[in-house]
Every structure is written in C-alpha cells, then in structure tokens.
C-alpha cells in the first residue's frame, strides 16, 4: 500500500491527472519524468488531462491482491485518452466483465481506489466507466 507521504507526493498526478509537457518537443508524459525520453529536455510544463478514451486492451484480475478482494472480478484497462496519452485503470461498474471490449469508449471518474485499514489513509484516483452518449 502506499504511504500516507507518498500519497500526498502524487495528489497531483491521482488527484487531479497532472501530466507534463515537454517544453522543447511537447511530448506529454504521465505520470511525470525530471527527463524527458523523447529529446532529454528537463523543462515541462503541467498539463490536465482529458477524461475521455477508449480501451486499448485489458484483463480481469479474478485473485486480486490484498486490499482488492471485495472488487473481484478486478477488470483493469490499458486506456488510451483523447490526446494519445495511455495509462493503466481499473475498469468499474461493471457488472459482467465479458461485456469488456477493445475499443470501448470510456470516460475517467474520480473514485475510492483503496484504503489502509479501518483508521487509515483512503486512497481517490481515477477509474474508467463506459462512456454514455
């Protein structure tokens, strides 16, 4: 699980889906590099994230790890957005995870992720739903 430190280091990236722009080539990276691999630039410039993508691929995680039991099945999708960004998100409400496709069109919600204990820190980011519409 993460620590509560930790958590708190990446509230932008979970939180809010901060990426950084590369000042010299504009390659968006996320979550955020101090280098960038495209050209070796170190200057970026913070950039949100849309919400909106398709599937690219997935699977479902039917023996989760610990902290996921009660969420099985455990589908997760690699999610390509809008702008070409891709990044690794459990799909939810989902009642029949062989309804999953590649290609579906989904929208990112912030959601509880997961928690640390009955008195600990509860983990938010985002997850992906079908879109609608």
């Given amino acids: 699980m ?3 430190a930790r958590a708190w280091r990446e509230f932008p990236q979970r939180y809010r ?4 722009r590369c000042t010299e080539c504009g390659k ?4 955020p590099r101090l280098i960038c691999p495209e050209c070796g630039g170190r200057d970026f410039a913070t950039e949100v994230l849309p919400r909106d993508g398709t599937v690219v691929t997935y699977t479902v995680i039917r023996v989760p790890p610990a902290g ?12 390509e957005l809008v702008n070409g960004v ?8 989902v009642a029949d995870p062989e309804s999953l496709e590649i290609g579906m069109p989904v929208r990112l919600e912030f959601r509880r992720v ?4 009955e008195a600990g ?3 938010y980011g985002h997850k992906a739903v079908r879109a609608t519409g």
């Fill in 17 to 20: 889906l901060e990426a950084a």
């Fill in 121 to 123: 820190v509860i983990f």
């Fill in 28 to 31: 968006v990276l996320y979550p």
């Fill in 2 to 4: 993460f620590s509560p």
């Fill in 86 to 93: 891709r990044l690794m998100v459990q799909i939810a409400d």
């Fill in 68 to 79: 996921f039991t009660e969420q099985t099945p455990l589908p997760i999708a690699l999610v």
């Fill in 114 to 117: 997961s928690w640390d204990g």
